[in-house]
């Protein structure tokens, strides 16, 4: 039986794309700067655990590296108690429909059923809208009603306002947190921010 379940668990750890608070351990994920106040708005929206964070912006804006930093802070302590020793991994609806030996729903249900037998998991979806109307988000669904596990979704935000409009239920599970262009002034500050990390890493940053 043990047996069996290993290779059932190497099987859906598939369809992990990341384990981000690996990858934080290891000092592998970039400081995100500028972001503090996101951040600290994503970890209290996590840490009370009566909604699920949906990240709702345009491609490029920083909602993985919203994520990438919360592991981080999580790895270093810098949180709730009730979020200490949390771990973050990362997935995707593309992943699970690519990789899943099953049809997309089974899959998606058994990886998050094994993901919940590690208590203090957060499940980070991407692609959010590309299980929109199909049986993968009334898996989802029922997974954010259950508890078993903390989620921070993931959605262009175009998609994200169609998808709350046409789905009752998952509306009632979410909330969504606006990710925009950050203005002139702070992305000047970020990209100084930037040049000054590298320079300590030894790396040179050529403006063009």
Request: hydrophobic share 50%; proline share 3%; with cysteine.
């Amino acid at each position: 039986m043990a047996a069996r379940r290993n290779t059932e668990g190497a099987g859906l750890s598939r369809l992990v794309d990341r384990d981000l608070t690996e990858l934080a351990r290891a000092g592998r994920l970039a400081n995100a700067f500028g972001v503090d106040g996101a951040v600290t708005e994503l970890l209290a929206l996590i840490g009370r655990g009566d909604k699920h964070p949906l990240l709702a912006g345009d491609p490029g804006v920083g909602k993985t590296a919203l994520v990438q930093e919360a592991a981080r802070r999580i790895v270093e302590g810098k949180i709730e108690p009730s979020l200490a020793g949390a771990r973050v991994v990362e997935i995707s609806i593309a992943t699970v429909l690519a990789r899943g030996e099953k049809r997309a729903a089974e899959s998606l249900d058994e990886l998050l059923e094994w993901l919940a037998e590690n208590p203090g998991t957060i499940v980070y979806v991407r692609d959010l809208a590309a299980a929109a109307g199909g049986p993968a988000m009334s898996v989802l669904s029922r997974a954010l009603r259950g508890g078993a596990l903390r989620f921070v979704l993931e959605a262009d935000a175009r998609l994200a306002q169609q998808l709350l409009g046409a789905d009752e239920a998952l509306a009632e599970c979410v909330h969504v947190l606006h990710i925009g262009e950050p203005p002139a002034e702070q992305v000047r500050s970020i990209l100084a921010h930037v040049a000054e990390a590298a320079r300590a890493r030894g790396k040179t940053l050529v403006r063009i």
